[in-house]
């Protein structure tokens, strides 16, 4: 699967493409027919499969780049949850799954970029904990999972760039050594 934005609209392709009949990709459907090409992002391009859907960033006009999900029908193809309510967008991205859930950064008001995980319910889509206390940022990337446990990079104004862990829960996110003590970080 994959998206592709073409001409003034955004429009989201399916390819379901059967080879042996040589079925051509087809919309499934246009989550913003108005968006313009001077506003489009490369948000929409990062997707992930998980539990029988295809989670990605979309902005259907309305809330701005949130998260959404398909099952490659129209009907499915809808907002899990408006994180930032509004316009605004919280741009979910860096998706990785572990354990049944599905584990991604994202921006929130007065919090910055963070970890975040979903079960694929709006309810279920839940701020695991804010790294980077505050309105900065610790962007949390370069996902990976050993032994149940999902190890990444972020940032705080404290560390600079470290590795951490997480099980999931806010107790459970923790930083694992400050390997080039102070802010100064350890990894480029």
């Known amino acids: 699967m994959f ?3 073409i001409g003034w609209a955004f429009i989201l392709f399916l390819l379901a493409v059967d080879i042996s009949t040589a079925q051509a990709p087809q919309v499934l459907k246009d989550i913003n027919p108005y968006l313009t090409l001077s506003s489009q992002t490369t948000a ?3 997707y992930k499969g998980y539990n029988g859907f295809v989670y990605y960033s979309a902005d259907d006009g309305t809330n701005g780049f949130e998260l959404w999900r398909t099952d490659g029908t129209e009907v499915n193809t809808e907002l899990v949850k408006d994180i930032v309510t509004g316009a605004g967008s919280s741009s979910p991205q860096a998706f ?3 354990g049944g ?3 991604f950064s994202a921006i929130s008001s007065g919090i910055g970029r963070e970890l975040w995980k979903t079960d694929g319910t709006a309810a279920g889509t839940v701020l695991v904990k804010d790294i ?3 309105s900065a940022s610790s962007s949390p990337s370069s996902f990976t999972e050993v032994n149940g446990v999902l ?3 972020a940032v705080t104004s404290a560390n600079g760039l470290e590795l951490w862990k997480s099980d999931g829960s806010e107790a459970g996110t923790v930083l694992i050594k400050d390997i ?3 802010s ?3 990894f480029r």
């Open 151 to 153: 190890y990444f990079t």
């Open 180 to 182: 080039l003590s102070g």
């Open 132 to 134: 980077n206390t505050g």
């Open 44 to 46: 929409g391009y990062n």
């Open 101 to 103: 859930i599905l584990y």
């Open 3 to 5: 998206f592709h934005r």
């Open 96 to 98: 990785f799954e572990m």
């Open 184 to 186: 100064t970080s350890s």
